[in-house]
Nanobody, 122 residues
Framework: QVQLVESGGGLVQAGGSPRLSCAAS????????MGWYRQASGKPRELVAV???????TYTDSVKGRFTISRDNAKNTSYLQMNSLKPEDTAVYYC????????????????WGQGTQVTVSS
């Protein structure tokens, strides 16, 4: 009953600065961590960035200094601002939210977005 919907992907030029959004809807008590993953063709899915409930952030080395993850708790939304895009950033980007159970906050569930394709041309 919880759905994550992503937007903002598409074909962009190298050096571009698009912003991805991931909005959760449904029966939500509280969202713990919000994360962004990506999966390039023929490669395993990797964590790109994560933001905790306390707004602490972590980035993979390849995007550090270029990408910024943020969250808007009032909108149950996470954003991934991508700057100085490179062709090697081309991948399907997925958001993942860890939610606390409404009935028992000690239980956590992970939810995935459907993925959005980001293609960076030279």
């Amino acid at each position: 009953q919880v759905q994550l919907v992503e937007s903002g992907g598409g074909l962009v030029q190298a050096g571009g600065s698009p912003r991805l959004s991931c909005a959760a809807s449904g029966n939500i008590f509280s969202i713990d961590a919000m994360g962004w993953y990506r999966q390039a063709s023929g490669k395993p899915r990797e964590l790109v960035a994560v933001i905790t409930s306390g707004a602490g952030t972590t980035y993979t080395d390849s995007v550090k200094g270029r990408f910024t993850i943020s969250r808007d708790n009032a909108k149950n939304t996470s954003y991934l601002q991508m700057n100085s895009l490179k062709p090697e950033d081309t991948a399907v980007y997925y958001c993942n939210f860890r939610l606390l159970s409404t009935d028992n906050p000690s239980i956590r569930y992970g939810y995935w977005g459907q993925g959005t394709q980001v293609t960076v041309s030279s």
